[in-house]
């Protein structure tokens, strides 16, 4: 598959995998995590798609496009393994999606920073949260669910908390 056509999986992945999220926190309450600002394209669909819900940014930078970049009060700047642990002091036990989006082409280090991350997303989580992202993010307390067709398993992981 050309590296184009693997761009192209990954954003109709992201997308179809959010709105599939939607339906399944509707009713109930909840607030959202988005992991990696980056361009701000799957910032920008979350804010479409849960125009009534607080959602709160995690990146080490703010490098969006001038129209997607979240104000102060709802953007975590810095490492996310620091910030985590910040969120949780500040918001509690509280989010019903998290999309984590913080994969580079460097397979180790992703496999690194998620086995990091996934212990500090937790305890954010509410029961019953999904957690959507680009890579394995593997917690024995979360279980993980098949993506929504036509996703391909492995191109995008789905966890109910
Ligand atoms: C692939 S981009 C996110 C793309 C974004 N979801 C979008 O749709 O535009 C990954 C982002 O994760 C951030 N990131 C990667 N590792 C990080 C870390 N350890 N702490 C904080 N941010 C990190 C990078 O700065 C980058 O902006």
Redo the contacts with the bound molecule.
């Keep these: 598959m050309s590296r184009l056509e693997s761009a192209i999986r990954r954003l109709e992945a992201q997308r179809d995998c959010i709105n599939w999220a939607a339906g399944r926190v509707a009713g109930k309450t909840g607030h959202i995590l988005e992991l990696?600002?980056?361009?701000?394209?799957?910032w920008d669909h979350l804010r479409e798609t849960f125009p009534d819900r607080e959602i709160y940014v995690?990146?080490?930078?703010v490098?969006a496009h001038p129209d997607c970049v979240p104000d102060d009060n709802h953007m975590f700047l810095g490492?996310?393994?620091e910030t985590l642990p910040r969120a949780l002091a500040r918001l509690g036990r509280n989010a019903i999606l998290a999309h984590s989006?913080?994969?580079t082409g460097d397979s180790a280090r992703n496999q690194k920073?998620a086995a990091m991350i996934t212990p500090l997303l937790a305890p954010l989580m509410l029961p019953g949260g999904v957690v959507l992202s680009d890579q394995p993010l593997p917690l024995a307390e979360w279980t993980e669910l098949s993506p929504p067709p036509p996703i391909q398993p492995g191109r995008y992981h789905i966890y109910s908390a």
């Design positions: 990696g600002l980056g361009n701000g394209r799957t995690f990146d080490r930078q490098a490492d996310i393994t989006d913080i994969g920073l």
